[in-house]
């Protein structure tokens, strides 16, 4: 019944909202290069001990060629990382010891094939990239040029729009495949022609496609492009409208994504197949994927070895001037005096350019952290200042209730016991109107006096305290309220419950004033973690996008559950009504908790 209820409001709009949108384009694995890789099944320790070994008898080439499959042997054992990374600049530094060119530039296919997976590396992967097309293109190194051409194409469709030019490119990069005899290009050619027409909204034509890449990718074995496929004609099922076809090929998708460790094909995975369900109608399992996509997104996003990866780029430019001057003092045991005379030379620039660049990255780390502080100072201002503004709020309420109630009140109550005691003297005309204004006057004072200061809230605690506000509204308003709960609330701190009381009441206050709805749902799940509040209604709705919420209660919404450290989602259609959607971390709530300032 909980999953019921919550998936209907949230996650299906959710996903029905963005299926077939910009995340379309997956990272794909090992890229072009990974598919060539050395089948060995060496350990990674017996490859380490095998390059400590050619190390010390400077055997260059081999150990340039061993730090290549290291690298693979390291991406099948942990996915997207930076060990892989590291292996392939130490192959790519041999390399250029050796004076191996097409290895030195077959490194950069890999390296710029492996950058393409994380949206902030992409720029250095074009770099990578067209440095190695360049030198290919030279050399007319036609099967390495194709390799070069995907590679850019697989960037290119991850742009929105798509480039116009795209399929037509693909198309001949799949016949330049076709007449050099590289059925692998061919087989990734054909997945990204599947994978465009895709985002072009042209199912039938993403399956013919793919269909193709599907048997050429199953004759050569390579899984990573058997999943990618799978993925794409699930997608194409889903396009058609048929959620159990599409969910049966995600599924062999996942499985083999899987066995890859390929987290961001794992992501989208999660979140296509969540939507299927959705539609489905099986929204427990809707709701799973759902969790698993978020899980991914942050397994891949916000990983340590996701931040080694951008941070080790930076130390790229220090690797590479290392590697020309080991180079250089290799070359000087063949050359004497001028030779020497030259290594100095190249000894002295190093150096300059070494501290020139320390001294620029340390005068950018000085500036970043002053702008950190700064930003943390801000960022601690605006809090206190948020929480001074709560906290006058609340006083100010208090003390009108206490004077609405210990003022006005009783004056309105000693009025009342006047005109009962002389009523024999008031003709009826007037008796019957005074004492019906009389009622309505204090009832209206006392609604206003809980209103402002809730009795239930300090007495019985949240849920109490939603209870007879709903009951209260249901009382003054032709639309009907209802409130739902599940789990168990833990003993919330006064200053939170006071917060998540004020944001449901003032949703229910705009949505009775400003949505002409016929019923109004609040429902509240607890868990662990967080707690969970939507608010739904079947008014006349509105578009967000277009005419954004505005107004001093919004404001109080977002301000109050920005300080609680919870996140607030506005959806609405005009005709369908409005749907609130507020997640807000249990740590941040419970009773003796302690929100950071």
Known sequence: ????????????????????????????????????????????????????????????????????????????????????????????????????????????????????????????????????????????????????????????????????????????????????????????????????????????????????????????????????????????EQFKNRPQEAIAAYRKSYQLAESEKNVSMLRELSRH??????????????????????????????????????????????????????????????????????????????????????????????????????????????????QAMIDGQESERSRIARDLHDGLGIQLSRIKLFVEAHQEQLPLSVKEPLNQFLDEACTETRLISSDLRPYALSTFGLIPALEDLVQKLNLVNETALTLEHYGEVPALGDEASVMMYRVVQELLNNALKHAEAETITVQMMTNDEAVLISVDDDGKGGDFEVNPAKGNGIANINSRIAYLGGQVMWQSEPGKGTSVMISLPMHKLVKNSLITV
């Open 1 to 236: 019944m909980i999953i019921s209820l919550m998936m209907s409001g949230w996650v299906g709009r959710l996903f029905r909202s963005g299926f077939l949108g910009a995340v379309l384009v997956l990272g794909f694995g090992a890229g072009m290069s990974a598919v060539q890789a050395s089948p060995e099944t060496a350990s990674i320790d017996s490859v380490k001990n095998q390059i400590r070994q050619w190390v010390q008898d400077r055997e260059f080439a081999q150990v340039a060629k061993a730090y290549e499959h290291l690298g693979w042997l390291y991406q099948q054992q942990y996915g997207y990382n930076k060990y892989t990374l590291d292996a392939y600049f130490n192959g790519m530094k041999y390399y250029h010891l050796r004076g191996d060119s097409l290895g030195y530039y077959n490194v950069h296919i890999r390296i710029g094939d492996y950058y393409s997976q994380d949206v902030f590396m992409q720029p250095y992967a074009r770099q990578y990239l067209t440095k190695a097309l360049q030198y290919f293109t030279r050399k007319q190194d036609m099967p390495k040029v194709i390799e070069c051409r995907l590679a850019f194409a697989n960037l290119a469709q991850r742009k929105d729009p798509i480039p116009k030019t795209l399929i037509a490119e693909l198309r001949e990069t799949e016949r330049m495949s076709v007449r050099f005899k590289q059925t692998h290009s061919q087989a990734f050619a054909l997945n990204l022609l599947a994978n465009t027409y895709l985002r072009n909204k042209q199912p039938d034509s993403a399956q013919y496609f793919a269909s193709r890449s599907l048997t050429l990718a199953r004759q050569l074995n390579t899984t990573w492009m058997i999943a990618l496929n799978y993925f794409y004609l699930g997608l194409v």
């Open 273 to 386: 197949s969540a939507d299927s369900y959705s539609h489905k109608g099986d929204y427990k399992k809707a709701y799973e994927s759902a969790l698993k996509t978020l899980n991914f997104t942050n397994q891949f996003y916000y990983s340590e070895q996701t931040k080694s990866i951008r941070l080790q780029e930076l130390d790229s430019q220090v690797k590479t001037l290392a590697v020309e001057k080991q180079l250089a003092e290799e070359q000087n045991r063949h050359q004497r005096m001028l030779t020497i005379m030259l290594g100095v030379g190249l000894v002295i620039s190093v150096l300059g350019v070494f501290a020139l660049i320390f001294g620029r990255r340390q005068q950018k780390l000085i500036n970043h952290q002053q702008t950190v502080i700064a930003q943390q100072q801000i960022q601690e201002l605006e809090l206190k200042s948020l």
